[in-house]
């Protein structure tokens, strides 16, 4: 049977009727039509899906709704201010990090994170800590660019 859980989600509380076997990734697509967290593998290993769930970036497909009841997710179309970018996104656009664009919601949700995580101090560590978001493209140059300049 289905089951209900509340989230907030970009700021919007939003309680659903979901079956358990629902990934957060397919709710956030499916029922509530954010379709900028995108599908890759379906199996958390591309890092198209990363969203931030209590500020912590995870791949959205290895979620299940139910196992975050309660959590506050953000996805690419909540980080900037209404009408405006994030800073990060404004970076990807300033740097040319993405050709095809599949992988950048994911991209920049992970960024944001490993900024907050305040991890990263070299080009290499950002390299490192942004390998779960692959691109194949293969803008990594340009992407290390961005991330570099937010950090400052
Ligand atoms: Fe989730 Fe690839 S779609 S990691």
């Given at each position: 049977g289905a089951v209900t859980v509340s989230l907030t989600v970009n700021g919007k509380p939003q309680t659903l009727s979901v079956a358990?076997?629902?990934t957060v990734l397919d709710l956030l697509r499916e029922r509530l039509h954010l379709t900028g967290t995108k599908k890759g593998c379906d199996q958390g290993q591309c890092g198209a899906c990363t969203v931030l769930i209590d500020g912590r970036r995870v791949?959205?497909?290895?979620?299940?709704a139910v196992m975050n009841d309660g959590r506050e997710i953000t996805t690419i179309e909540g980080l900037g201010a209404p009408g405006g970018l994030h800073p990060m996104q404004e970076a990807f656009v300033a740097h040319d990090a993405f050709q095809c664009g599949y992988c950048t919601p994911g991209q920049i949700c992970s960024a944001v994170a490993l900024l907050k995580e305040?991890?990263?101090?070299t080009r290499a560590e950002i390299r490192e800590l942004m390998s779960g978001n692959l691109c194949r493209c293969g803008a990594y140059t340009n992407i290390v660019d961005a991330v570099e300049a937010v950090m400052g």
């Open positions: 358990p076997s629902t791949n959205s497909c290895l979620q299940l305040g991890r990263a101090r």
